[in-house]
């Protein structure tokens, strides 16, 4: 198609990428966390296991027994965060690093605007709390992690994590946490 026009292959291809792939190529989604939170199949996941992760979460909110832990069972710190990961056998996927990068980019509004990459991550406070809403986007950011493969659906991978994470705590939820 562009021999007529170029005479050699690089030029030719630089043709082919400037003409027919770039323009047709898709956009990065730049909100690819609002996107997948807001799917369907996503809020369709959550809600068929709502049940279990209310389980999960209550019992990691009210993991922490420091004072102003004792008052906030309705979120979940870092600490309690770590908790749940180390009893679901999930450090093995993921460093602790990584974890407290995960939770604090999940405490991050949808209003907010980031400068550089991971600049806000490393500067928000270890005494954050994460709500019901923090946590999905937490378990779907950490699904999204563990399978990294671009070609599966986010939604199918947030499935996947989530049922790992059921089936790794189900037998610590009837504990009691003392």
């Known amino acids: 198609v562009y021999g007529t026009k170029y005479e050699t292959l690089s030029e030719m291809f630089e043709c082919f990428l400037q003409n027919d792939v770039r323009p047709n190529a898709m956009a990065v989604d730049k909100n690819i966390m609002v996107t997948a939170l807001k799917d369907p199949a996503t809020q369709s996941i959550f809600k068929r296991n709502r049940r279990m992760l209310k389980k999960i979460f209550d019992k990691y909110a009210a993991a922490d027994a420091s004072d102003d832990a ?96 059921v089936k790794r705590l189900r037998d610590t939820l009837h504990r009691r946490v003392n």
Not at 112 to 117: K, Q, V
Not at 138 to 162: C, M, Q, R, S, W
Request: glycine content about 4%.
């Open 70 to 165: 004792v008052k906030q069972n309705t979120t979940i710190n870092l600490e309690e965060l770590k908790c749940m990961c180390r009893d679901a056998n999930l450090f093995s996927s993921i460093s602790d690093r990584m974890l407290r990068q995960i939770f604090m980019a999940a405490q991050q509004g949808d209003d907010e605007e980031e400068g550089e990459e991971g600049s806000k991550v490393e500067d928000a406070s270890d005494d954050a709390e994460m709500d019901v809403s923090e946590f999905q986007e937490f378990l779907l950011a950490f699904g999204l992690i563990l399978e990294p493969d671009p070609h599966a659906h986010y939604a199918k991978k947030t499935e996947n994590f989530v049922e790992l994470l």
